[in-house]
């Protein structure tokens, strides 16, 4: 049977076409790297109950428990009066309530260790009156693994945790979605997202067929022009704006694509795939990881689902960047024997470059996996060879990105073209 988990990180990595693979089509998460996927694996879980317990100082209402909840779509927000950040939420939230508070939204401010004598005047000056209380132990934030003032959590009407560190913005879609739920809906969402899951396996299983009798798999090469420089400059690419660290630091701006060439050598499989007409999708990964395995699982599915349009390249790299590991403990030498062996273990049909230096996510700005702490970073290549979009693996972005390249490449549309016209004159 299908684990939680694996349905969970499925709909944070692979998104059907039009449709999302998963509960969050809507509701964007603020964490990435190794903090998405352990808030992940506690969505779609029950809310451990007895942590409300662990809370005191109630105001504007009673102790929360398990019974007060039943039924009920809450949204718990971490805050602390010290702090304008999450002190400019609490109208947010006032707002909430007021709206959506009789068609069940529970509104509940989780309150900072620290600084609680200032908590009522803050309130009485936002004008709120929802329910809040003292996190006295920090007990509540270290369940919830909330790492700063404000963290957004909703707990659906079945009492799952259904999102955990939700994006300012995404917070009334959240509500909204929930609260069209009943019980009964929503504590069928983990066997319905497992269900879903399963009909796309046996989708992505098929051969992809334009006609009955005619299989993209083995349709050949097909002669086309390419389209010319002004078709590139004129298509409406992914913004390239800068990461989501810089953006908290106030240094949002958008930036130049530039070239990234494809590699001649060190494919695992001895010759670097055909790019021609397609996107380029990068991703890293290590052996040293435990995680690389499932990643490069749902890569291989996402190359399934994309087929002939997108070429997707796993890059193995070592655990450091370049430059800070010892090269005297890397014996570069067996890493193509180790992902030879790791590619047949776990069943990897798409392209991987063994790359130890580094030097190819280096056309990323010099960013590595290590520099940022998290497991794989990403790169969308055009078919012009030009980068278009570059972050983490695991945001909402990188499969965006994949889309809106293989809309309006020029490239792409031309390969198309050319093979429905072959497929036409073969009687397809």
């Known amino acids: 049977m299908m684990s939680r988990t694996w349905a969970v990180a499925l709909g944070v990595f692979i998104a059907g076409a039009g449709q999302a693979w998963g509960q969050d089509e809507t509701v964007l998460r603020e964490s990435v790297g190794s903090r998405a996927q352990e808030l992940g694996e506690m969505e779609l879980q029950p809310f451990d109950s007895s942590l409300w317990a662990s809370l005191d100082g109630w105001t504007n209402g009673s102790a929360l428990d398990a019974a007060a ?78 790492d700063q003032e404000p963290d957004f959590y909703l707990i659906d009407r079945a009492g799952q945790l259904r999102f955990a560190d939700i994006r300012n913005e995404s917070i009334e879609d ?96 001895g010759t670097a795939p055909i790019v021609r007409g397609r996107a380029v999708a990068y991703y890293t990964f290590t052996l040293e990881d435990a995680r690389s395995s499932e990643l490069c699982r749902r890569m291989d599915r996402l190359q399934r689902q994309l087929g002939r349009d997108v070429v997707v390249v796993g890059v193995l790299t070592l655990p450091e960047s370049r430059g800070r590991r010892d090269e005297d403990s890397v014996d570069e030498s067996s890493l193509p024997d180790r992902a030879a062996r790791f590619r047949t273990l776990h069943d990897i049909g798409h392209a991987i470059l063994i790359d130890p230096s580094g030097s190819v996510m280096e056309e990323d700005g010099g960013r590595s996996r290590s520099d940022k702490g998290l497991l794989s970073r990403a790169m969308v290549v055009s078919s012009d060879g030009m980068l278009r979009w570059s972050g983490p693996a695991d945001q909402h972005a990188f499969r965006a990105a994949i889309d809106r390249v293989v809309e309006i490449d020029p490239g792409v549309q031309a390969r198309r073209r050319a093979e429905a016209t072959f497929i036409r004159a073969k009687g397809g």
């Not at 090469?221 to 908290?248: C, G, H, I, K, L």
Request: zero cysteines; charged letters at 25%.
């Open 69 to 146: 909840t039943d039924g009920k779509v809450v949204l718990i927000g971490t805050w602390a009066s010290w702090n304008p950040a999450s002190t400019r939420m609490l109208g947010t939230m006032q707002s909430l309530k007021e709206q959506y508070g009789e068609q069940g939204l529970l509104v509940v401010g989780v309150h900072h260790p620290q600084g609680w004598d200032g908590a009522a005047d803050t309130l009485a000056k936002r004008k709120a009156d929802f329910l809040a209380a003292h996190d006295t132990s920090g007990k509540f934030r270290e369940g919830i693994r909330s």
């Open 174 to 269: 959240g509500v909204k979605l929930l609260l069209a739920e009943d019980a009964a809906s929503a504590g069928s969402i983990v066997s319905r997202l497992e269900e879903q899951a399963r009909q796309r396996e046996v989708e992505f299983a098929k051969p992809k067929l334009i006609h009955e009798g005619v299989d993209l798999k083995s349709l050949p090469e097909v002669p086309f022009a390419d389209p010319p420089a002004e078709a590139y400059q004129a298509a409406n690419w992914p913004a390239m704006t800068s990461d989501q660290d810089e953006r908290r630091s106030g240094r949002d701006e958008e930036r130049e694509p530039r070239s990234v060439g494809l590699p001649a050598s060190g494919w695992l499989s």
